[in-house]
């Protein structure tokens, strides 16, 4: 067990790696844009792919952020449960958002099999292939799904989920920086 865990964890590292290259990439384009106006000169298609960048850099990292508690989690009725009925509740949302996630990861991987099989192209200055852009949604979204069935497994046998272990482990920091 230890192997796919380490094998999950380096593809959540990845996914935040290829996120970080995408939002690396947004900097690097607007920089050009803005070093090319001094000179006069326009970077045809920045536009479109900036927009793809940003669509990279927010699906892309969601799995890692995810494992280390990054994502805001909203409390106000799990966290006042106790017992079966927290485990219940946690078991339902953590179901229903892995459920989410595989349809939206369906959807968009759907989506980017059909532009590649048309050769659907963007619009703007420069015919980009779209079925790029969306494939890396849904890549991300996957890696999402997976994360969060990784995490509904650990929860119906018994474990910790991680999104709880890194609150845990927030507290802890918190309270040894006011100690």
């Known amino acids: 067990m230890t192997g796919l865990r380490r094998a999950l ?12 290259v995408a939002l690396a990439a947004i ?9 090319g106006r001094q000179f006069g000169a326009t970077v045809l298609g920045a536009d479109d792919l900036t927009a793809f960048s940003v669509a990279a850099s927010a699906t892309l990292p969601l799995a890692y952020a995810f494992r280390h508690g990054a994502h805001i989690r ?7 449960l ?3 009925a927290r485990f219940v509740m946690e078991t339902i949302a953590i179901g229903i958002s892995a459920a989410l ?5 369906y959807a968009m991987i759907d989506l980017a099999t059909d532009s590649f099989a048309f050769e659907d192209v963007a619009q703007g200055s420069v015919a980009w292939k779209l079925w790029v852009p969306q494939g890396l949604v849904g890549a991300g979204v996957a890696l999402f799904a997976i ?7 650990v929860h119906l046998s018994g474990g910790t989920p991680s ?6 482990a927030d507290a802890l920091a918190r309270a040894g920086e006011e100690i």
Request: glycine residues 16%.
């Open 163 to 168: 999104y709880r272990r890194a609150a845990e």
């Open 101 to 105: 996630c595989c349809f939206f990861a």
């Open 9 to 20: 964890d380096a593809l959540y590292l990845l996914g935040g790696i290829a996120g970080g």
């Open 147 to 153: 994360c969060l069935l990784d995490d509904l497994v």
């Open 74 to 80: 909203v409390d106000l009725i799990i966290g006042r």
């Open 82 to 84: 106790r017992g079966g």
């Open 27 to 35: 900097g690097a384009i607007i920089a050009t844009q803005v070093i």
